[in-house]
């Protein structure tokens, strides 16, 4: 049996190692969450506009990107982003660039279903005011699709929190990176791994549960 | 943009040079040879890990609608302990923590330990479906099975279950093509898939774009072959005057 040793874990090697990479983390979930839900609405909107010429490329689109693994996704956009535009891009950068084209496939999808669950009355109704499609879908289907979607937008947000763990592919400094270097520098890997994986259970489980309490508030209004 | 080269998959995989019948011999390889032997790596790996999944799913899933609050209790925290934490921590637990904490398992190959990982990460989810596939049939059902003088474990087997696992079939089908897409993560322990040839061929081969396409045009024919697969499988079970045989 291999004796724990969590002593070297100091104030100062957490802040030195660990908390760069937490930040990197939540920037990218927070970026990706954002720029995902804004081109994911966009995408499912094309979907349900009925006209071909919008709704194939936006099928085309999410179809792609749900069907590839989100490894090989990271490292097409780390090889292709250089390729487009001439120079190397930073890991941390293309990164932020994949999470949100690839998040806004999955938040489209949840938008769609969403934007299907307002009755047509809503649409009809907004129309009968002499709103525009712009007026009727911004003040009247759009805000009670997000409501409704709240819980399921962010279950899908903690996902993203956990799969932001796969920058690893190629080498960007998140969370876990900052443990496995630490773990690497003090060789104590068995340790930082565990601190590891403690952390992210720790994040994910209590924001699971306050969506679980966000659901069941909705869950009486409705 | 230069031009495609897909001879780059009849080079050898050493020296480098063009194989004219495209597969290596006498113990080379080319790196289509690699390929292949990366693909089956994947679907090993996958296929494995599904029977994992599947059975401590099934069994987490069931504990979980059991009127038995310890096993609830059981069943609930399996569940939130493998869905909250990231596949590749996971995989990494398994690969550098779990030998380091119990000597025996030091000489299990790492194959198998990202079987187990990614199995007990995928029966969290299906341990969600298999309780929600339960709880979705009308209470009367299990009332009648114990008022017809079965006891809970036959009620299960002859009453409860034959109809949640139909009603299941599609969100277990795309759970199947997830572990496809999942066992991407095995790269990270050297396991020799389909994204650790594709890094390391992109790497030797500078063909980079050639080699994605074909590792991701394999990840599609795999996962396009299951949800066919499952199709069939939805089709053949199918309960005569339910909508869709399914519930959907």
């Given at each position: 049996m291999l004796a724990l040793d969590f002593s070297f874990l100091t104030p100062a090697v957490i802040s030195g190692y660990v908390v760069k990479g937490f930040i990197f983390s939540l920037q990218l979930t927070l970026i990706a969450m954002l720029g995902g839900v804004v081109l994911g609405t966009l995408l499912a909107l094309m979907r349900l506009s009925g006209r071909p010429w919008l709704v194939m490329p936006a099928a085309g689109y999410v179809n792609t990107m749900r069907s590839i693994p989100l490894v090989m996704v990271i490292l097409w956009f780390f090889l292709l982003i250089p390729l487009v535009i001439g120079r190397p891009l930073g890991a941390e950068i293309s990164a932020i660039i994949t999470f949100t084209l690839f998040e806004a496939a999955y938040y489209s999808e949840i938008m769609r279903a969403g934007i299907q669950s307002i009755s047509r009355g809503q649409v009809a109704a907004g129309y009968a005011l002499g709103m525009s499609y712009r007026q009727t879908m911004g003040l009247i289907v759009l805000p009670q699709a997000f409501r409704n979607m709240l819980p399921v937008l962010l279950t899908q947000t903690i996902i993203l929190f956990q799969d932001t763990s796969l920058v690893y592919a190629i080498g960007a400094y998140d969370l876990l990176k900052g443990f496995e270097i630490a773990g690497k520098n003090f060789n104590r890997p068995v340790e930082t791994y565990l601190v590891a994986a403690v952390l992210y259970f720790a994040i994910s489980f209590s924001l699971s549960l306050l969506v679980k309490k966000l659901q069941q508030r909705i869950a009486i209004v409705r | 943009m230069s031009t495609w080269d897909w001879q780059v998959f009849c080079k050898?995989?050493?020296?480098g040079k063009i194989v004219p019948s495209c597969f290596g011999s006498g113990g080379d390889i080319t790196y289509l040879d690699w390929l292949l032997s990366a693909w089956g790596w994947t679907l090993s790996v996958s296929a494995l890990a599904l029977l994992v999944a599947l059975l401590l799913g099934s069994l987490m899933g069931i504990l979980r609608t059991t009127p038995h609050r310890g096993l609830v209790l059981l069943g609930n925290a399996w569940t939130e302990l493998f869905r909250n934490i990231p596949l590749l921590v996971q995989i990494f637990l398994w690969y550098h923590v779990v030998p380091a904490l119990i000597p025996p398992l030091r000489s299990v190959p790492s194959f198998i330990l990202v079987v187990l990982g990614l199995g007990l990460f995928t029966s969290a989810r299906i341990s969600e479906q298999v309780r929600a596939g339960i709880q979705s049939l009308a209470g009367g059902q299990r009332m009648a099975g114990l008022a017809m003088g079965f006891t809970l474990p036959q009620t299960y087997r002859h009453v409860l279950l034959p109809m949640a696992y139909r009603i299941i079939i599609p969100p277990l089908t795309s759970e199947s093509m997830n572990i496809i897409k999942n066992s991407s993560v095995a790269f990270a322990v050297s396991i020799s898939e389909l994204t650790l040839f594709a890094l390391q061929a992109q790497e030797e081969t500078s063909r980079g774009i050639e080699v994605y396409l074909a590792v991701t045009g394999l990840y599609f024919v795999s996962a396009f072959a299951i949800n066919r697969a499952m199709l069939f499988v939805e089709n053949r079970v199918r309960v005569p005057g339910m909508i869709g045989g399914g519930g959907h």
């Open positions: - | 050898d995989t050493i020296d």
